[in-house]
Antibody, heavy 117, light 111 residues
Framework: QVELVQSGAEVRKPGSSVKVSCKASGGIFSSYTFSWVRQAPGQGLEWMGGINPIFGTVAYAQKFQGRVTITADKSTSTAYMEVSGLRSDDTAVYFC??????????WGQGTLVTVSS | QSVLTQPPSVSAAAGQKVTISCSGSSSNIGNNDVSWYQQLPGTAPKLLIHENNKRPSGIPDRFSGSKSGTSATLGITGLQTGDEADYYCGTSDNSLSASWVFGGGTKLTVL
């Protein structure tokens, strides 16, 4: 069973960027696809995009195309998600999860990103 | 507005059974497997059901899933106070806007 540990909470100003990390342990990193899901305060889950580290292929939800960048570093077993042009409505908890090609099996603990001037 | 439709809330007495519905379309549930997630307050979601009706190791058989056409259902029997949580359905979507979609979530209250 893979364990996902995410980076700590962040506070950013509107218009800036934030990069959240997700380190995997206990499994073979390249055997997983990683997705990022966010949850605004009091709201539901929203899929943002995902990456397959083996092939380097990335898919994004149309809503986040051009503003979100998902990458992975196989040497450190870490996936990353960067959001640029932050707005107040990007304030949310961001989760990484292992994507088994049909469901999300393991989840990180979540990273709170607060966007405030 | 979520692509998959769930009731905002359901409730039932401890020991009883409850079902949570998830309605979609041919671009998502109709042609893809459904999974269900439990989110306890302040925690990350947890996989409950995958591939419509399969339980991961460690998930009790009180939890069950089914799918028919463009809808799916999560069933929970023998309700316990510890089952109070938000429940989300999710599946792949073949449309251009997203590869994966979730329901809006259902808050379960155990009376």
């Amino acid at each position: 069973q893979v364990e996902l540990v995410q980076s700590g909470a962040e506070v950013r100003k509107p218009g800036s960027s934030v990069k959240v990390s997700c380190k995997a342990s206990g499994g073979i990193f390249s055997s997983y696809t990683f997705s990022w899901v966010r949850q605004a305060p009091g709201q539901g889950l929203e899929w943002m995009g995902g990456i397959n580290p083996i092939f380097g292929t990335v898919a994004y939800a149309q809503k986040f195309q051009g503003r979100v960048t998902i990458t992975a570093d196989k040497s450190t077993s870490t996936a990353y998600m960067e959001v640029s042009g932050l707005r107040s409505d990007d304030t949310a908890v961001y989760f990484c999860a292992t994507d088994r090609g049909g469901f999300f099996e393991n989840w990180g603990q979540g990273t709170l990103v607060t966007v405030s001037s | 507005q979520s692509v998959l439709t769930q009731p905002p809330s359901v409730s039932a007495a401890a020991g009883q059974k409850v079902t949570i519905s998830c309605s979609g379309s041919s671009s998502n549930i109709g042609n893809n497997d459904v999974s269900w997630y439990q989110q306890l307050p302040g925690t990350a979601p947890k996989l409950l059901i995958h591939e419509n009706n399969k339980r991961p190791s460690g998930i009790p058989d009180r939890f069950s899933g089914s799918k028919s056409g463009t809808s799916a259902t999560l069933g929970i029997t023998g309700l316990q106070t510890g089952d109070e949580a938000d429940y989300y359905c999710g599946t792949s979507d073949n449309s251009l806007s997203a590869s994966w979609v979730f329901g809006g979530g259902t808050k379960l209250t155990v009376l």
